[in-house]
């Protein structure tokens, strides 16, 4: 089961004609840093939701978190576009977003391009908040803002023209604008995606309703079984409000009572991050990003075991980052009687191209297990 | 620098390519791990045990450095497994780089053209996700890949008839240790035919050199009197024609003057 069978990256961030064949239902993705592992996981979040302005938005400031002083969208922005290929000192020209590949039978394009424009800004000496930045322009005058076309092309089989249709949309946006989606335009993801970074766990509140989602979606018992393996004292997910207005999540504790979620250890939240994510793409696409963060090599094998069978279940397909042999082990392990599901990718720039080593799952467990051999 | 990937069936193999590069061209084997090329560093193992199985060798390969070039020999153990770890080993690596690439094996009860023709057969269905094909025109002949790399099988004894390395390490003795050979020989056929029946076609050679090997070297494997006793030295290369077969083929891979 893969919804997503082969991508092309033509031209994102640092990623240049970067082809990835034959994906699997589970996909790791290994290389050293600065390789381009992340940004495959953002052109891929990016692609499986192509008009859509906010998702591109905030994979535009995804690795910032949600910290104080972020950049401007006006600087972070630019920086998802690739640069020219054979930049002059004084040539620094972006290129466009280029990204295609085959989604069940059909191919897909996404490309998205900017121009830098000039705008009067609409709340001109007024007090700015929330993700805006403060400024202090005078009523009437121009402020930079950048105009987004988003494209996205779609044809049948593998003939790139057969059956073309394009749909687009243009967004003006600044840092002091609000950004609207136009709702009659509004077109249904290609993908449900949710892409989990390495600091989502610490950063993002839990989401009472995804935790809901959890407790009423039946598999609560197994998420209880999971959580065991952390601290084999939870005997329950609530969600309780101690002041009558806000409800919280909580454990049940055998030796603490009732205790906030958000004081246990990292292990347990990036698991009910991970596990809250994947609810929300059911039928489509999860990407992690270092997929052992915060999780104990010794709990790695229960957490990836429910991961895969919450994978097959749900029907997702799975993209994960990671630099760790003990993940890699891990999910080779786990995926053992279902190794054609998996793949692997090394990633490497070389002379500004991007290149991707695919190992089948059959052939990356006896690299691993035969040869001992490290595929990172 | 150059580098060279050689896959061989075990460690007997292992020792005798070395030592041929070691006597005959001056290469040095790398033992400190610092001392190793970057370009060889994923093929250091980094799990144990390997299948989980704490009986197996670490198949960590040999490494030589000659003045130019750097060679990884990597045995396979055991002749079913030479495809899948040249294979799997060239998958991981960056064989992009590679100047040469070549499998040893022994053509046993088959004759070499057989032996060569089955292996290369296993060669192209373990492939898949490489963008290399590697063809060789018969077996000891090297051929060029591209501009860049050669590739060839070496199917010993001598690229020809039926048997194994043994086959040529006896070659070796009958020069340096005649009268070794000639003991160890009639010890072993005169021993009762009862020990002999799981023999493979090599039992022989195998029992005759191990024999020799417990003479020189009592005690130790055979691959400690390959090392460092007379099977491959000067005297047995200007004598056997096995062995300027295997020096002639190695010399071509290597482009070695």
Known sequence: MSHIDELTVRGFRNLHNLTLKNLGQFNLFVGTNNSGKTSVLEAISLYCQPLDIHKFVSVSRGREGNTSGRIPLVVSIPWMFPTSSTPSSEDTSKERIDICGLVKETNIRYIAQFSEVEIIDPLAGESHRGNRVSIQSAPGEAIKALKITLEYEESLGRLSDLGLTTTAEEFVISDYIKITQPAKKRIPSLLSVQLVTPIDHRTMPLSVRLLSNIISSGDKSKMLHLLKNFDRNIKGIEILSPDGRNPIPYFNHDKLGFAPISVFGDGLRRTITIAAALMQCRNGVLLIDELETAIHPQALEHVLTWLINACIQQRVQLFATTHSLETIDAVISVTKDKLDSLAAYRLDINNNRSTARRFSGIHLESIRNELGQDVR | ?257
């Open chain 2, 1 to 257: 620098m150059r580098n060279a990937y050689f896959a061989v069936e075990g460690p007997h193999d292992v020792e005798v390519v070395g030592r041929v590069l070691v006597s005959f061209h001056g290469a040095k084997r790398i033992q400190q791990l610092h001392e190793l090329d970057q370009f060889w560093r994923r093929l250091i193992p980094s799990s144990y045990p390997p299948d989980g199985d704490l009986l197996k060798r670490v198949p960590v390969p040999a490494f030589f450095r000659l003045e130019n070039v750097s060679v990884a020999i990597h045995s396979a153990i055991g002749d079913s497994q030479l495809a899948r770890t040249l294979v799997r080993t060239l998958q991981n690596i960056d064989y992009e780089e590679l100047s040469a690439i070549a499998i040893f094996c022994d053509a046993d009860a088959n004759t070499a053209s057989e032996r060569y023709s089955s292996l290369m057969l296993q060669v192209k269905s373990e492939f898949s996700d490489i963008n290399l094909t590697l063809e060789a025109t018969a077996p000891g002949n090297v051929t060029p890949i591209n501009d860049y790399l050669r590739f060839g099988i070496h199917v010993f004894p001598d690229n020809m008839k039926p048997g194994s390395l043994e086959t040529l390490l006896m070659g070796c003795a009958d020069i340096s240790y005649p009268g070794l050979l000639t003991g160890a020989r009639k010890y072993v056929d005169n021993v009762c035919s009862s020990y002999k029946t799981a023999w493979s076609s090599s039992g022989r050679p195998k029992a005759i050199v191990g024999c020799i090997n417990n003479i020189l070297r009592p005690g130790t494997a055979n691959q400690v009197s390959i090392q460092h006793d007379q099977w491959i030295c000067p005297a047995t290369l200007a004598t056997l024609s096995s062995l300027q077969r295997l020096n002639t083929f190695i010399m071509e891979l290597l482009d070695l003057p």
